[in-house]
């Protein structure tokens, strides 16, 4: 059975920081996402990851995949208070796409 | 924004009804999914489509029912509510041509069982 780990949970820091989020999974899969939600909304993707050593960049948010290791990591690059929200990653196993507990990141002014 | 639409969008029901959500796209997506969303535990799926009248079981399926007799709609069923079903309902759609696409959510359902 599929099982993904997020940590930490819960994140509070202070703008202009760095920190990285981590997503271990369990098994052999080679295609990762991360999506955000806001508080009350639903939950929009951000990043689509499809083999090893895929990386990916939008703004502050940079997103990793390493297969062999079951991990992928999303650094967090000079923090602003827009970023706060709940980031999931996500694990695709046949048919189906399995969610972290997801982290909730909150940036301090 | 992916045609998807969640009705009702708030439902407050009693113990031992029976609850039916109703999920529909636009998109003529061939993957539809019902997870539910609960604090600390993420987005826990609950039933998938893979096309009409084929479906099966998520990770958290007991207590739960569901049907795709047309490619747009996508029903959850629960067949007689607890309150451990209180929650908020997401459907999401994905079209997986090639692998690795993305999934598509709609805006949620929260489902008070009292």
């Known amino acids: 059975e599929l099982k993904v780990e997020q940590n930490p949970l819960f994140l509070s820091m202070q703008e202009g920081k760095n920190y990285t989020i981590y997503c271990n999974y369990s098994?052999?899969?080679?295609?990762l996402y991360w999506y955000r939600q806001d508080p009350g909304k639903s939950l929009e993707s951000l990043f689509v990851?499809?083999?090893?050593?895929a990386v990916k960049q939008e703004g502050r948010l940079m997103a990793s995949l390493d297969t062999k290791a079951r991990l992928s990591t999303l650094h967090i690059t000079a923090a602003v208070h827009d970023l706060s929200a709940t980031y999931f990653c996500?694990?695709?196993?046949?048919?189906?796409?399995?969610f972290g507990a997801g982290t909730r990141l909150f940036v301090k002014a | 924004d992916a045609g998807i639409t969640q009705s009702p969008r708030h439902k407050v029901t009693e113990t031992g009804t029976p609850v039916t959500l109703r999920c529909h796209q636009t998109?003529?997506?061939?993957?539809m999914y019902w997870y539910r969303q609960d604090p600390g535990h993420g987005l826990r799926l609950i039933h998938y489509?893979?096309?009409?009248?084929?479906?099966d079981k998520g990770e958290v399926s007991d207590g739960y029912s569901v049907s795709r007799s047309k490619t747009e709609d996508f029903l959850l069923t629960l067949e007689s509510a607890t309150s451990s079903q209180t929650s908020v309902y997401f459907c999401?759609?994905?079209?997986?041509?090639?692998?690795?696409?993305?999934?598509?959510f709609g805006s949620g359902t929260q489902l008070s069982v009292l």
């Open positions: 999401a759609i994905s079209e997986r041509t090639g692998g690795g696409e993305k999934l598509f």
């Open positions: 990851l499809l083999s090893n050593g």
């Open positions: 489509s893979y096309g009409v009248k084929d479906t």
């Open positions: 098994t052999t899969s080679d295609r």
């Open positions: 998109e003529n997506h061939r993957y």
């Open positions: 996500a694990v695709e196993e046949g048919f189906k796409t399995i």
